[in-house]
C-alpha cells in the first residue's frame, strides 16, 4: 500500500493504459525492440510537433487578442504541461514495452541455444 495511492487507483488506471498502449502496438506489428525504438522516436517528434503547434497558434492568438495575454499564455501553460505528462507517461510505457520485448526476446534465444545443444 502506498500512502500516495491508497486504494491502487492509479496504479490500475495506469496499468490499463499500459496494456491499451500494448494492444495497440501489437496491433500495428510492432513485435521487435527496434519497432518499439522506432516508435519511441515518433514518439517525440510528433510531441514536439504538437507542442510547436500549441505555442504557433498562442502566438498568433495573442497578437490577434493583446487583452487576453495573460488569459492565453495561461491555458497555452496548462496545455503543454498536459503534453508533457503524457509524453513522459507514454514514453515509460514503450519503454517498458521494449523491457519485455527484450525479456522475451533473451528467452527464445534461451531455448533455440538449448534445443541446439541437445541435438536433434
Known amino acids: 500500500m502506498s ?23 501489437r496491433q500495428q506489428g510492432v513485435a521487435t525492440e527496434q519497432a518499439a525504438h522506432a ?13 510547436a503547434i500549441v505555442i ?7 497578437m490577434l487578442a493583446p487583452g487576453l495575454r495573460a488569459v492565453i499564455g495561461i491555458l ?20 517498458r514495452y521494449q523491457r519485455e520485448l527484450s525479456a522475451a526476446q533473451a528467452v527464445a534465444d534461451n531455448h533455440r541455444q538449448n534445443a541446439e545443444e541437445q541435438g536433434p
Open 39 to 51: 516508435a519511441r522516436r515518433r514518439l517525440q517528434q510528433t510531441g514536439l510537433r504538437v507542442a
Open 56 to 62: 504557433g497558434i498562442a502566438l498568433l492568438a495573442a
Open 76 to 95: 497555452t501553460l496548462l496545455i503543454l504541461v498536459w503534453l508533457a505528462s503524457s509524453f513522459v507517461q507514454t514514453r515509460a510505457h514503450l519503454s
Open 3 to 25: 500512502l500516495n495511492d491508497p486504494f491502487g487507483r492509479v496504479a490500475r488506471r495506469q496499468e490499463a493504459a499500459y496494456l491499451a498502449l500494448r494492444e495497440q502496438l
